[in-house]
């Protein structure tokens, strides 16, 4: 059996690493190569994002090792805090505390290349074929499995391909014509500061924080009535530098990514220049004004300094993720696309390759394919379980995350006034049990749950 993974971002070298698990056992022989447009690894590239205690859960099944140096060295942030952007703390939201999900570690903010990297050493531990420098340009459908091309000319057959290309997936136009994300409106901006950049008036009282405290939390969302503003320590190894994180939040009509230094530093200080903080200082556009001479003194030199500009796109909402006969799937964000206000993208990803890997090998055995080499009947049901069992999830996350992101649009007087008012009740009253669903997934029983009630 040959599977082909095009894209190595975080699902796909998820979804290589548990079908290199459960399948070897089954077909020794089987051969997995996943394909990358990037000619070397994206280490060090990225911004930063919150990972959730279910992608924890899932990245230990991957490696316990790499779940310890990831919690080490990332920001444990069990609550956020809320203020709108006269001054005023509307609350304090759970995020996931270690407590309430034993086991993960509870929600951590973190760079994307620092989970990337670790997960990418365990493959690269399990001596996983990855080719770089190889950008699929079709995938198309023949009798006896799927062509996979190259833009280098080269064509290569398999059995299985995963799209896990990301946002603008090459598997998806071609297996599922129509489907595109989409341009949300919403651009992010940020980068990474030390924490000397955010004002001390603005900090809590200990520094490292205590995650256990419930009086306030060092994860700042600020929403005004032009866009959002947020901030986190994404640090918290002792001895390190305690480093911040910061992103703004608009609506815009431009989704290009390389927008002039001068240009973004404009639309931030008319963003907020009057943003105030809850002690009636101006203390985000400091932390914008040092981001901006940070990133002109030094990120030609240093990416670490470097403004980053992210559009947010949106994806309607797919029928299936396989194709009818199982050879083509798609998985991350190629298959439902998370904006960065979900907090869900690494860890719906990483959970899709452990689902669709257990299903597959679960099918093998059943129909016993891997004595008569014949795939076809384990391919298709196992396409079909994997879409049925990650479709409603991941489409009720997406809902949650397109509602959060139209608070960050644009407000007028009323609509501000209504949201700070029932954001501050909810806020009020809202029980730490409110993440279970998404956050207390444990995808490994889920799998076998589902499972009991199959043949
Ligand atoms: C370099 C990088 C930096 C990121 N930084 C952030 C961030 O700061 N904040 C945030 O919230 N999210 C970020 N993301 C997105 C976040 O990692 C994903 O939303 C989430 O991890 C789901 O990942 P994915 O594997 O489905 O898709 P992705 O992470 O987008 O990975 C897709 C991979 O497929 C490759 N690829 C695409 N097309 C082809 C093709 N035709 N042929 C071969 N390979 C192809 C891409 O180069 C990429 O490596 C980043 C993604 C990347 C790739």
């Given at each position: 059996?040959?599977?082909?993974?095009?894209?190595?971002?975080?699902?796909?070298?998820?979804?290589?690493?548990?079908?290199?698990?459960?399948?070897?056992p089954l077909?020794?022989?089987?051969?997995?190569?996943?394909?990358?447009?990037?000619?070397?690894?994206?280490?060090?590239?990225?911004?930063?994002?919150?990972?959730?205690?279910?992608?924890?859960?899932?990245?230990?099944?991957?490696?316990?090792?790499?779940?310890?140096?990831?919690?080490?060295?990332?920001?444990?942030?069990?609550?956020?805090?809320?203020?709108?952007?006269?001054?005023?703390?509307?609350?304090?939201?759970?995020?996931?505390?270690?407590?309430?999900?034993?086991?993960?570690?509870g929600?951590?903010?973190?760079?994307?290349?620092?989970?990337?990297?670790?997960?990418?050493?365990?493959?690269?531990?399990?001596?996983?074929k990855?080719?770089?420098?190889?950008?699929?340009?079709?995938?198309?459908?023949?009798?006896?499995?799927?062509?996979?091309?190259?833009?280098?000319?080269?064509?290569?057959?398999a059995?299985?391909?995963?799209?896990?290309?990301?946002?603008?997936?090459?598997?998806?136009?071609?297996a599922?014509?129509?489907?595109?994300?989409?341009?949300?409106?919403?651009?992010?901006?940020?980068?990474?500061?030390?924490?000397?950049?955010?004002?001390?008036?603005?900090?809590?009282?200990?520094?490292?924080?205590?995650?256990?405290?419930?009086?306030?939390?060092?994860?700042?969302?600020?929403?005004?009535?032009?866009?959002?503003?947020?901030?986190?320590?994404?640090?918290?190894?002792?001895?390190?530098?305690?480093?911040?994180?910061?992103?703004?939040?608009?609506?815009?009509?431009?989704?290009?990514?390389?927008?002039?230094i001068?240009?973004?530093?404009?639309?931030?200080?008319?963003?907020?220049?009057?943003?105030?903080?809850?002690?009636?200082?101006?203390s985000?556009?400091?932390?914008?004004?040092?981001?901006?001479?940070?990133?002109?003194?030094?990120?030609?030199?240093?990416?670490?300094?470097?403004?980053?500009?992210?559009?947010?796109?949106?994806?309607?909402?797919?029928?299936?993720?396989?194709?009818?006969?199982?050879?083509?799937?798609?998985?991350?964000?190629?298959?439902?696309?998370?904006?960065?206000?979900?907090?869900?993208?690494?860890?719906?990803?990483?959970?899709?390759?452990y689902?669709?890997?257990?299903?597959?090998?679960?099918?093998?055995?059943?129909?016993?394919?891997?004595?008569?080499?014949d795939?076809?009947?384990?391919?298709?049901?196992?396409?079909?379980?994997?879409?049925?069992?990650?479709?409603?999830?991941?489409d009720?996350?997406?809902?949650?995350?397109?509602?959060?992101?139209?608070?960050?649009?644009?407000?007028?007087?009323?609509?501000?006034r209504?949201?700070?008012?029932?954001?501050?009740?909810?806020?009020?009253?809202?029980?730490?049990?409110?993440?279970d669903?998404?956050?207390?997934?444990?995808?490994?029983?889920?799998?076998?749950?589902?499972?009991?009630?199959?043949?």
């Amino acid at each position: 059996m040959k599977i082909v993974i095009v894209g190595t971002g975080i699902s796909g070298l998820t979804a290589y690493h548990f079908l290199h698990r459960f399948l070897t056992p089954l077909i020794p022989d089987v051969e997995i190569v996943a394909y990358e447009s990037y000619s070397t690894p994206s280490i060090g590239i990225g911004g930063t994002l919150g990972l959730a205690p279910n992608g924890l859960y899932t990245i230990k099944l991957i490696s316990e090792e790499a779940h310890a140096k990831i919690l080490a060295s990332g920001f444990p942030c069990a609550k956020f805090e809320m203020r709108n952007s006269k001054g005023k703390v509307l609350g304090l939201m759970p995020a996931g505390s270690p407590e309430r999900y034993p086991g993960t570690g509870g929600e951590v903010m973190h760079s994307r290349a620092a989970i990337y990297e670790e997960i990418l050493e365990v493959l690269e531990g399990q001596g996983a074929k990855i080719q770089y420098g190889k950008t699929v340009t079709a995938v198309t459908p023949k009798e006896d499995g799927v062509e996979v091309s190259f833009a280098d000319g080269e064509a290569v057959m398999a059995d299985l391909v995963i799209g896990a290309d990301g946002i603008k997936s090459t598997v998806r136009k071609a297996a599922f014509p129509g489907v595109e994300a989409r341009f949300e409106g919403l651009v992010g901006v940020g980068s990474v500061v030390p924490a000397s950049a955010i004002p001390k008036c603005d900090l809590p009282k200990e520094i490292p924080y205590d995650y256990k405290s419930t009086k306030y939390s060092p994860t700042v969302m600020t929403f005004g009535s032009n866009g959002f503003f947020g901030y986190s320590p994404i640090n918290s190894k002792p001895g390190d530098e305690m480093r911040y994180q910061w992103w703004s939040t608009a609506e815009s009509t431009d989704e290009s990514r390389n927008v002039p230094i001068e240009e973004i530093e404009r639309q931030l200080v008319e963003r907020h220049k009057d943003w105030i903080s809850p002690n009636g200082e101006k203390s985000i556009i400091e932390i914008v004004k040092f981001a901006i001479q940070q990133h002109k003194e030094a990120a030609e030199t240093d990416r670490t300094k470097k403004i980053l500009v992210l559009p947010n796109y949106y994806m309607q909402i797919m029928d299936r993720y396989n194709s009818t006969d199982g050879r083509i799937l798609l998985m991350g964000d190629s298959a439902h696309v998370m904006p960065p206000h979900s907090g869900q993208g690494v860890s719906l990803a990483s959970e899709d390759g452990y689902v669709y890997a257990k299903l597959l090998a679960h099918e093998i055995e059943r129909t016993k394919a891997a004595q008569s080499k014949d795939y076809k009947d384990a391919l298709a049901t196992a396409g079909k379980y994997y879409t049925e069992m990650r479709k409603p999830r991941n489409d009720k996350v997406m809902a949650v995350a397109a509602r959060a992101g139209s608070q960050k649009k644009t407000l007028t007087w009323w609509q501000e006034r209504m949201r700070d008012f029932f954001f501050g009740m909810f806020l009020r009253f809202v029980s730490e049990g409110i993440q279970d669903p998404v956050a207390g997934y444990k995808v490994d029983e889920q799998v076998e749950q589902f499972l009991k009630n199959k043949p």
